[in-house]
């Protein structure tokens, strides 16, 4: 069964706020564009689609609603990267079963760092 557990969970999506396609350097909140890439744990990852979204964040503050919406169109991801993530998104994120992460700097970068922390969460199941 464990077998069967860990490769469940080797094959998953992520969000990546960026305004360049090439580095981790927007705001959640704040950004216009999700890079989303298919991972597996096993073979690598590839960029699947670049998605729209309407930014949420509005001079610091944003709308309880409006952002549990937003949420909702990463349903298909199991985690969400971006240089900055407040407190109340990341609540909302963790409430629909995405696990949000502030990981400034490069996509590659970012992407090995979820790779690693998905592969230790995978050592407990």
């Not at 706020?17 to 744990?41: C, L, M």
């Amino acid at each position: 069964m464990a077998d069967t557990e860990k490769t469940a969970n080797s094959k998953y999506r992520i969000a990546i706020a960026s305004s360049d396609g090439e580095s981790v350097n927007i705001h959640f909140g704040k950004s216009s564009f999700f890079y989303i890439y298919s991972i597996d744990d096993e073979s690598g990852y590839a960029l699947i689609e670049k998605r729209s979204v309407v930014p949420v964040c509005q001079d610091g503050s944003h709308v309880k609603s409006e952002m549990e919406e937003s949420v909702k169109q990463f349903r298909d991801c199991k985690y969400v990267i971006a240089s900055r993530i407040g407190p109340g998104a990341a609540q909302i994120l963790t409430s629909a079963g995405i696990i949000s992460m502030e990981l400034p700097g490069s996509i590659d970068d970012a992407i090995l760092k979820v790779w690693k922390y998905n592969r230790v969460q995978g050592l407990f199941l």
